[in-house]
């Protein structure tokens, strides 16, 4: 049963790029997480993805968007980068929890952005 | 406002020594759940448990149990007979039930240090 997927695991951009970070959930899985986690803290809240639409957004500029697709993967994209976006940024899956709303989170190992 | 404290940025114990990591909370809701994680060298946060503000049975599995208090928002975490596997991250993270609610708030981690 594969986990939870991201790609690519380490990438390198300057400061004005453009990236796109994928994810691919877990088994089962219908909700995806986007987190940032600098060095050093805990991760930050992006947005979470369910049946394809944008459904709770954290602290990020318009520059962070996202998207999921029929099949529950999910896209990260982030616009005219600063070296402040330098982190890992973490995917994590759910299954819709009718009582909790959010399932536990499942983790991929991330994605190590260096914004130079 | 939510928020979730780990006072303790870096443990330092040897192999076969009890530790305890703490977790302070804060939240206004009512319901709401609580988790730990850890996080390995690898980046991927691996759950080990999730706990629900009505349950404050203290939690024993293997070498780890859990002490969740609700007179004190804190939800602490123990290791006994600690091995040099258990070195990591460990977050604590609040996930409140409100309608259209679905992040998870994570504290700074702490760093256990396993020495041989």
């Known amino acids: 049963d594969a986990g939870v997927t991201q790609s690519p695991t380490h990438l390198i951009k300057t400061r004005g790029q453009q990236v796109t970070l994928r994810c691919s959930p877990k088994?089962?899985?219908?909700?995806v997480s986007w987190y940032q986690q600098a060095l050093g803290q805990g991760p930050q809240f992006i947005f979470q993805y369910y049946e394809e639409e944008e459904r709770q957004r954290g602290n990020f500029p318009d520059r962070f968007s996202g998207h999921q697709f029929p099949n529950y993967s999910s896209e990260l994209n982030v616009n005219a980068l600063l070296l402040g976006d330098s982190a890992l940024y973490l995917c994590a899956s759910s299954l819709e929890d009718r009582e909790m709303g959010t399932g536990e989170l499942f983790f991929g190992e991330g994605s190590r952005l260096t914004v130079l | 406002a939510q928020k979730v404290t780990q006072a303790q940025t870096e443990i330092s114990v040897v192999e076969k020594e009890d530790v305890t990591l703490d977790c302070v909370y804060e939240?206004?809701?009512?319901?709401?759940?609580l988790f730990w994680y850890k996080q390995p060298p690898s980046g991927e946060l691996v759950f080990l448990i999730r706990?629900?503000?009505?349950?404050?049975q203290n939690e024993i599995s293997g070498r780890y149990s859990w002490n969740f208090q609700k007179s004190t928002s804190s939800f602490n975490f123990t290791i006994t007979a600690s091995q040099v596997v258990d070195s990591a991250v460990y977050f604590c993270a609040l996930s409140e039930n409100l309608p259209g609610t679905y992040k998870y708030i994570f504290g700074t981690g702490t760093r256990l240090k396993v020495l041989a």
């Open positions: 706990r629900n503000s009505f349950d404050e």
């Open positions: 939240t206004r809701d009512t319901t709401y759940y």
């Open positions: 088994s089962g899985h219908d909700t």
